[in-house]
């Protein structure tokens, strides 16, 4: 290896002359005229240092917007359509929480993180917030002075509203509700006097609804809280516009909303029992029932009187007895009328007659042929009247049947075959025998409380179920484990992203700006060109002192001494001026 004059390196160790190329390289770095303006100041060192700072503020602020973006928290309406009074008491309560919120674009609802909204809501429900736009009766707490009786009735009136509305808020199926009052200005003249009126607009929760009993119950409660207020003078109407207070169609139908549930509760239960006691004999999923109901819901009162057949009177109890008796005599005296006849009676006297003679005229008789005076006759009528009144048997019965009687009762019930293992081990469906038919029959009778005075109807039906079921959804393809999937894909993204710009763009970077990179490319450059210079002089760089033969004749002592002083030469022409050494170890590199 030899060293020329200018300092080139020639691998044959002859030196070569080359100062004109070497000077006219300088010159041309020299004198090369620097560029004005923008791009030329990004061209100079201290513009491309400046670029690069701005490059990697950039490539900082991106990495720390993906990652803020990606730990965005997803707000959910707390409370919406409230009043100012309730907004502020809302917002004091949630920074007492220490709880973030913001407002919603058009500020008509507040927002808070989803994983808070439910906590929330609950500690703000044992404030007693929201109270809701309605005022009560604490309206009338702050008279003014001097307020006019006008005045005074609206206030009076708008109180009266808000704790109607406050009450019927307090129904579980009511969001909101708004009550109308239209009371009349009270007149002395009956005929100008009117009737007060009302409105409420409820709105419902969603997916719920009220129920005939729970609007009767709404249209009372209004009625009993305004004087001379009828409960036919009282409209409903929800959210959607529908009038649930007009109950004309619902009682013209004749369907009750009570009465449907009831018959698909009982016959829910029927289904319930029945398959509650196959299940075990066949296994789960082996047994399917279904019931039908005829419930009469008529009420019916009857009476009823029975008599028993006459009795005999000796038997008979006497209730009542009447008797009534009369007689009726007169005394004649008979004989032949004449003159004596119509004659007065002589004077008394006591002659001596016969006895007999003697009583029969005392008695008003006759004197007897043989007397003095004829025998008296007597002659009269009698009347005998007696009523009886015996206790005739009476059994008065009066009979009211229940509302929601079972009238019959239908059953269906469907078993499939019982699975047993062949000679082979392989399962097969074999149907049920007789025996076991039998069995399950009347374990369902008993299940369904089976009537037949009743006219019960069951039907068990043993078959083979299709096997043909919907298939079982993959894992993958589960809905949870989607949701799973998409959020760990997004970490896992994002990680991808911010590694990246920091091992592909950040960090170059940086090692420009700090210079690292240009001292690895001299350093690199460096070692490239002392292992072209070892591997041209035949110089193992792992033993400096000793030379490598390439063509395999063993060297003489005097080409080592001439190394040596070749190889001081070289590096203090490196040390003196590296850029000229650099510049011939790129040559030789790019095999110029």
């Known amino acids: 290896m030899a060293v020329a004059a200018d300092g080139t390196l020639t691998s044959d160790g002859n030196a070569t002359a080359n100062n004109d190329n070497s000077v006219g390289s300088d010159n041309a770095l020299t004198t090369q005229a620097a560029p004005r303006g923008i791009a030329g100041y990004a061209n100079t060192p201290q513009g491309r240092r400046v670029m690069l700072m701005v490059a990697a503020a950039a490539v900082v602020a991106l990495m720390i917007g993906i990652w803020m973006w990606s730990q965005k928290v997803e707000y959910r309406v707390l409370f919406s359509n409230f009043s100012d009074r309730d907004g502020g008491a809302i917002v004091a309560s949630l920074q007492q929480m220490n709880v973030p919120y913001k407002y919603s674009e058009g500020g008509s609802a507040i927002l808070v993180p989803e994983n808070m909204v439910h906590d929330a809501r609950l500690k703000l429900a044992s404030q007693g917030l929201p109270k809701g736009g309605n005022v009560g009766f604490e309206l009338m707490e702050n008279q003014k002075l001097g307020i006019s009786q006008f005045l005074e009735q609206v206030n009076f009136q708008r109180a009266l509203e808000g704790e109607l509305a406050r009450s019927v808020q307090s129904i579980s199926s009511v969001q909101t509700a708004r009550v109308h009052l239209a009371l009349p200005k009270a007149s002395v003249f009956v005929r100008d006097q009117q009737k007060p009126t009302a409105s409420v607009v409820l709105s419902l929760y969603a997916g719920r609804m009220l129920d005939q009993q729970q609007v009767s119950a709404i249209v009372h409660l209004v009625a009993s809280s305004v004087p001379e207020l009828s409960p036919k003078s009282i409209t409903i109407v929800d959210q959607n516009g529908n ?53 009469d819901f008529s009420r019916t009162e009857q009476a009823a009187e029975s008599y028993k057949p006459n009795q005999t009177p000796d038997s008979a109890a006497v209730r009542s007895k009447q008797s009534s008796e009369s ?49 008296p006759t007597t002659s ?213």
């Open 243 to 295: 009038l649930l207070s007009d109950t004309t169609k619902q009682q013209a139908a004749g369907l009750d909303p009570t009465q449907l549930k009831y018959v698909q509760d009982l016959q829910q239960d029927i289904v319930k029992r029945v398959e509650s006691i196959i299940a075990p004999i066949v296994g789960n999923g082996n047994v399917r029932a279904e019931a039908t109901a005829d419930v």
């Open 327 to 375: 007689q009726n005599s007169s005394n004649s005296t008979s004989g032949v009328p004449g003159a004596l006849t119509n004659q007065p009676p002589a004077p008394a006297t006591a002659p001596i007659v016969n006895p007999q003679a003697a009583n029969a005229a005392a008695n008003g008789q006759a004197a007897t042929p043989n007397g003095a005076t004829p025998a």
């Open 380 to 592: 009269g009528t009698s009347h005998k009247d007696a009523t009886i009144n015996y206790e005739v048997d009476k059994t008065v019965r009066y009979t009211q049947q229940p509302m929601g009687g079972v009238r019959r009762l239908t059953v269906a019930v469907v078993v499939n075959y019982k699975r047993s293992l062949d000679n082979t081990g392989k399962v097969v469906m074999k149907p049920l025998t007789d025996a076991e038919k039998t069995q399950i029959t009347d374990l369902v009778r008993e299940a369904m409380g089976y009537n037949k005075d009743r006219g019960d109807s069951l039907n068990v039906v043993n078959t083979q179920f299709n096997s043909e079921m919907e298939p079982e959804v993959p894992l993958w393809k589960q809905p949870d484990m989607i949701q799973l999937a998409k959020e760990i894909g997004k970490y896992v993204l994002l990680a991808a992203v911010l590694l990246y710009l920091y091992f592909g763009v950040l960090r170059p970077i940086i090692w420009k700006l700090s210079g690292r990179e240009e001292r690895e490319r001299l350093a690199a450059e460096k070692a490239e060109a002392e292992a072209a210079a070892a591997m041209a002089a035949g110089y193992d760089p792992d033993d400096p002192d000793a030379i490598v033969n390439l063509s395999g004749a063993e060297e003489e002592p005097d080409e080592r001494a001439v190394y040596k002083q070749n190889l001081e030469t070289a590096k203090q022409w490196a040390k003196n001026d590296p850029k000229l050494v650099a510049s011939i170890i790129k040559t030789w590199v790019n095999n110029e």
